[in-house]
């Protein structure tokens, strides 16, 4: 963590320069859908290359072309994963003690290998850095310092500072942040599509607080509360996490209940997310339950899509950050509309470790500033 706060993580100008080049590549690719595809986009890919970079960016201080081979090798990496996730998830997040009694039936083995291929992957950037040498003298980036730690610390006792080690963050990174800020950002843009005037509403806020030409910055984001409420309702009707695994680790009392130590629990957030006695109507898609009279930001603190405690989301500023300015991006440059002709947008869900929306289009276009 040290080492990455030293090198810009956490530094919202650095991460937010990260996240406006990708957002504004991402901009740039949909522009020619626009003109090849008749706007017609299919959201389901449309976020990860952009994500894979953000969070490779700040741990490497580099990014990849869209065809550049190792973009390509991690993303067939990341396709993996996204497939597999599926089988990750469904009866054995209900039941992970099935992990032990029939990983093959659950094709725990497929996830595995997914596993293995990121570790490779890995290991060869690993590989590239150490020949490359740079981190000996002048340590740049997450990477180098972490290798540069790993050549100082004491051979026999080396404590964290091992190439495995190494290979469990770079994996948590982009394991943690891709499908899940991938998945909400696309459940974000079919709530555009399907409620035109919140949109709107979205899109009159952003011009009035950043204008029309200059891009949207997060040390604004509190001028735009509806922006920041769609956002919340976003976070709380995906609820791209919806359970998180714990153990007790000694008897634990809790509330009425007391539970004895070793116990497996699963925190489920997608059940504090659909209260009804809380929100009311948890089922409808209303970013106006965020906002009092004044239009100030109101029960934030009960959507838990980045979990709380210890173990909370690492990458939260980052998902924010990201969230926001794709969000207010894409709308200062486009406007999202229902496809009639193609696969209709439907909010059901995939069930799997991460949840994820049924593939759909939607129709694009640029904002005519004329208006
Ligand atoms: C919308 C986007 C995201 C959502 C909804 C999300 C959600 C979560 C949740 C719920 C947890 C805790 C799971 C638990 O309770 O055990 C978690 C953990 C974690 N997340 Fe995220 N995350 C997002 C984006 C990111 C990003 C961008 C990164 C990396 C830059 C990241 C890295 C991590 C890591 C490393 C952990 C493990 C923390 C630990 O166990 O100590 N996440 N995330």
């Known amino acids: 963590m040290k080492q990455l706060h030293e090198y810009g993580y956490g530094n919202r100008e650095q991460t937010e320069s990260f996240i406006n080049r990708e957002v504004q590549e991402t901009c740039d690719y949909i522009d020619t859908l626009i003109d090849t595809q008749d706007g017609v986009i299919v959201p389901e890919f449309l976020f990860n290359v952009a994500n894979v970079n953000v969070v490779w960016g700040l741990a490497s201080g580099t990014r990849f072309n869209h065809k550049d081979p190792k973009m390509l090798k991690l ?10 996730s599926e089988l990750a998830g469904g009866i054995q997040s209900a039941y992970p003690f099935m ?4 990983p093959g039936l659950l094709q725990f083995p497929k996830v595995q290998e997914v596993n293995r291929k990121f570790q490779a992957f890995f290991r060869e950037i690993i590989q590239e850095y150490r020949q490359a040498g740079a981190f000996r003298f002048s340590p740049k980036n997450f990477i180098e310092i972490f290798l540069q730690r790993i050549d100082i610390a004491n051979k026999d006792n080396p404590g964290i500072f091992t190439d495995e080690n190494l290979i469990a963050v770079l994996y948590d990174f982009l394991a943690g942040s891709i499908l899940t800020t991938a998945e909400t950002l696309i459940y974000a843009v079919l709530q555009f599509a399907l409620h035109p005037e919140m949109q709107e509403r979205m899109r009159n806020e952003i011009d009035t607080v950043f204008g029309k030409s200059r891009l949207s910055s ?14 919340l309702e976003v976070l709380r009707l995906s609820t791209v996490v919806p359970l998180a695994p714990r153990k007790v680790y000694k008897d634990t ?6 539970i004895p130590k070793d116990t497996n629990l699963l925190i489920n957030y997608y059940s504090i997310h ?10 409808n898609f209303r970013p106006d339950r965020f906002l009092n009279e004044e239009s100030s930001i109101i029960n934030s603190d009960h959507i838990m899509s980045f979990s709380a405690g210890k173990r909370s989301c690492f990458g939260e500023p980052i998902a924010q950050a990201n969230i926001y300015l794709f969000l207010t991006q894409l709308l200062q440059r486009f406007t999202f509309r229902r496809d009639a002709d193609n696969t209709p947008p439907s909010a059901e869900f995939k069930p799997g470790l991460i949840v994820r929306l049924q593939p759909f289009s939607l129709l694009v276009k640029r904002r005519d500033y004329n208006k």
Not at 75 to 84: E, G, Q, T
Not at 274 to 283: A, L, V, Y
């Open 75 to 84: 993303m067939d990496c990341v396709m993996d994963l996204i497939r597999y």
């Open 99 to 102: 992990l032990d009694w029939c």
């Open 218 to 231: 997060v040390s604004e984001k509190q001028r735009t509360p509806f922006c920041t409420a769609f956002i």
């Open 253 to 258: 009392s809790f509330g009425d209940y007391i």
């Open 274 to 283: 659909m209260d009804k006695e809380f929100w009311g109507d948890p089922e």
